[in-house]
């Protein structure tokens, strides 16, 4: 994707960012004890708080992966939030209250309260720097992408900048600063993703989508003819190569020194070629567009009705629909999607993205991502199901939520916190579905970053809301890097270092060693978020939570609903539930693909390891509770 930034976006951004490092400024001059630093000191509103769970919550996996996933896939995509919101019920019903009673600063205070074991102060915060290191992917990976239109910068910059701005606001305050960080764009998003979703209804469909930000591309199709050789010639053009991957031919063509791609299909039995979207990685290292230079700016933004009916009748254009009505409208008509490809022909290695005619409704139901009805298989529907137990279990699951509830004075003020955040987060999931929609038909897709859908969406509306919506973005990363940068800061300082080690530190270092583990995790993660550049932020969150849901829960559960439950069984869980998940996700089609290698040569067929991994977990807290004879008299008297 060509981008340009602008002047009025980059005096929004930087405006932004200079208030919450004064905000930083603010509390880290209030902030002084280790409570303090880790937990806010147990004094934050419960109202603040509650939207600061959403804040803290909807991170890019929310605004930048749900909407940009429902733009290419449809429904499939608003089923992640369909799973993240269910989770909540599971951290309103079954760990709010006990959570708070339990613990001090962390996770593993609460899963330590009733046995003092090394085990699981070890596992527990080896598990808490795991999981938030896995959610810390695609924090990055999507304010990279962010940057890129809104600064005009590389994708590895806009990385490197979140990362340093994150590690000085949690090095200065900790989570007070993080905290209203946290609120303050949690409540922004809610606000701003209504008025794009205003702008949506208002715009209304139309096949060709005419606005300032985008050009819009009509595709060439060309017919070959044959000779007596049988060789296709395409006036204007040499034939350059051919290729079939998948079922699917490809064709390149040589014109004026410049390579095209094309994708031969037959269209009322005539073979035509088709001009694709395409990004050429040649072997001198230089992109091709199209074919083209990069800098000759051909490669558009594309999405678009090809069919609009109302009341039975076919248009152009509908002007402002209610929301129902849009939904309804889009079911009818039909949309242009593109699909994407990779192969080689021995010496480049090209990623094409082809045109395809969708029904409206298929968008609207699931099948266009997970394979559960037509042409499902076994494993295609494990998949499926393996995926919502992840993102149903997940997020009771993760550390940078649960240390939320040391947050509040008291366990009410936990309960409270918590419905409120599953009424801020339900009413932004229900706007992703517009916003996701709205990207899939105004022409507005980057095929080289589903994650820019809502933000492009916006900049097709004018560069106000795209400069207010954009900075508010990355403000949600910032408020979700921070909380989890908090987190593994006091699993190194507070689980590891003070308690596992016995360090017995001060107030003061216990701060220091943990101002200290935030700027090595800081580290650590602006690497991670520039090695999986270009991967959809949702999708990455998907395994956070299964790893999150395999370690953690079942100790959470049994711990909390279980008497039997040892501090042996406990340690044991976690482990299991790490190993196996994060093994069945590296040895995964996609990270196979991501190795380089071919997806189909995996392992496995399994890209969710939660139905597996969760069920270990479980089995294995249970088994070894009821062998460990020892601890369970142990536990018992105590």
Same mark, same amino acid.
């Given at each position: 994707m060509i981008y340009e930034a602008s002047t009025f976006a980059i005096v929004l951004f930087v405006l932004f960012v200079a208030f919450v490092l004064g905000l930083s400024f603010y509390f880290g001059r209030k902030t002084k004890s280790s409570s303090g630093y880790f937990a806010a000191g147990g004094t934050i509103h419960w109202g603040v708080n509650g939207i600061a769970f959403a804040g803290d919550y909807l991170s890019a996996a929310s605004f930048l992966g749900i909407c940009g996933m429902i733009a290419f896939v449809g429904y499939d995509g608003f089923l992640y939030s369909i799973g993240y919101l269910a989770g909540w019920i599971v951290a309103l019903f079954l760990v709010a209250e006990p959570l708070k009673r339990l613990g001090k600063y962390t996770f593993t205070d609460a899963l330590d309260s009733k046995f003092n074991s090394k085990a699981i102060q070890l596992t527990a915060a080896a598990s808490t720097l795991i999981v938030s290191i896995f959610y810390l992917i695609p924090q990055m990976v999507g304010a990279g992408a962010l940057v890129t239109p809104l600064l005009g910068l590389e994708h590895w910059v806009g990385v490197v900048i979140v990362g340093v701005i994150v590690i000085f606001i949690v090095a200065t305050a900790g989570m007070t600063s993080t905290t209203y960080v946290q609120f303050i764009k949690?409540? +922004?998003? !809610?606000?701003?993703?209504?008025?794009?979703?205003?702008?949506?209804?208002?715009?209304?469909?139309?096949?060709?989508?005419?606005?300032?930000?985008?050009?819009?591309?009509?595709?060439?199709?060309?017919?070959?003819?044959?000779?007596?050789?049988?060789?296709?010639?395409?006036?204007?053009?040499?034939?350059?190569?051919?290729?079939?991957?998948?079922?699917?031919?490809?064709?390149?063509?040589?014109?004026?020194?410049?390579?095209?791609?094309?994708?031969?299909?037959?269209?009322?039995?005539? =073979?035509?070629?088709?001009?694709?979207?395409?990004?050429?990685?040649?072997?001198?290292?230089?992109?091709?567009?199209?074919? =083209?230079? $990069?800098?000759?700016? $051909?490669?558009?933004?594309?999405?678009?009705?090809?069919?609009?009916?109302?009341?039975?009748?076919?248009?152009?254009?509908?002007?402002? +629909?209610?929301?129902?009505?849009?939904?309804?409208?889009?079911?009818?008509?039909?949309?242009?999607?593109?699909?994407?490809?990779? *192969?080689?022909?021995?010496?480049?290695?090209?990623?094409?993205?082809?045109?395809?005619?969708?029904?409206?409704? =298929?968008?609207?139901?699931?099948?266009?991502? *997970?394979?559960?009805?037509?042409?499902?298989?076994? !494993?295609?529907?494990?998949?499926?199901?393996?995926?919502? +137990?992840a993102l149903f279990l997940g997020t009771a699951s993760l550390p940078h939520i649960l240390i939320r509830y040391y947050t509040v004075p008291s366990q009410k003020d936990a309960r409270k916190s918590t419905i409120l955040a599953i009424a801020a987060i339900g009413g932004f999931y229900i706007l992703t579905l517009f916003m996701g929609l709205g990207a899939a038909v105004n022409g507005v897709l980057d095929v080289e970053s589903s994650n820019m859908s809502a933000p492009l969406l916006a900049k097709a509306f004018g560069v106000t809301i795209f400069a207010i919506i954009s900075a508010i973005a990355f403000a949600t990363i910032l408020g979700t890097v921070s909380g989890l940068i908090v987190a593994s800061s006091g699993a190194i300082a507070h689980d590891i270092i003070d308690r596992y080690m016995g360090k017995n530190l001060s107030d003061d270092a216990k701060v220091k060693a943990g101002k200290i583990a935030a700027f090595v995790v800081g580290i650590l993660a602006i690497g991670l978020g520039i090695s999986f550049k270009g991967m959809n932020v949702s999708f990455l969150v998907g395994w956070a939570f299964a790893v999150a849901a395999s370690a953690n829960l079942p100790a959470i559960l049994m711990l909390l609903f279980w008497k039997k439950t040892t501090a042996k069984g406990i340690a044991s869980s976690i482990v299991v539930g790490i190993v196996s998940a994060l093994g069945i996700i590296l040895t995964s089609p996609t990270m196979w693909d991501r190795y380089g290698l071919n997806s189909a040569d995996a392992f496995h067929s399994l890209d969710n390891p939660a139905i597996i991994s969760f069920t270990l977990a479980l089995l294995t807290l249970v088994v070894v509770s009821l062998t460990d004879k020892k601890n369970r008299k142990e536990v018992k008297a105590a």
């Open positions: 949690g409540g +922004l998003l !809610i606000i701003f993703s209504t008025v794009l979703a205003i702008y949506i209804f208002k715009n209304g469909l139309s096949l060709k989508p005419d606005h300032e930000s985008k050009s819009y591309h009509e595709f060439v199709n060309l017919t070959p003819t044959t000779d007596s050789t049988n060789a296709m010639i395409v006036e204007g053009y040499t034939i350059a190569g051919k290729i079939e991957v998948n079922d699917k031919q490809y064709v390149k063509l040589e014109k004026e020194g410049i390579n095209r791609w094309f994708n031969l299909v037959t269209i009322d039995g005539n =073979e035509v070629l088709r001009e694709m979207l395409s990004t050429t990685s040649v072997a001198n290292g230089n992109m091709l567009y199209n074919g =083209e230079p $990069k800098e000759n700016a $051909k490669f558009y933004q594309v999405g678009h009705m090809s069919k609009i009916i109302v009341d039975g009748e076919e248009v152009d254009k509908t002007g402002p +629909l209610r929301p129902f009505k849009f939904i309804s409208t889009i079911g009818a008509g039909d949309i242009v999607r593109f699909i994407k490809d990779k *192969f080689t022909d021995g010496e480049n290695t090209v990623t094409v993205w082809y045109q395809t005619i969708t029904p409206g409704k =298929e968008m609207l139901i699931p099948g266009l991502k *997970f394979k559960i009805g037509k042409g499902a298989t076994p !494993i295609t529907k494990l998949n499926f199901i393996s995926l919502m +137990l």
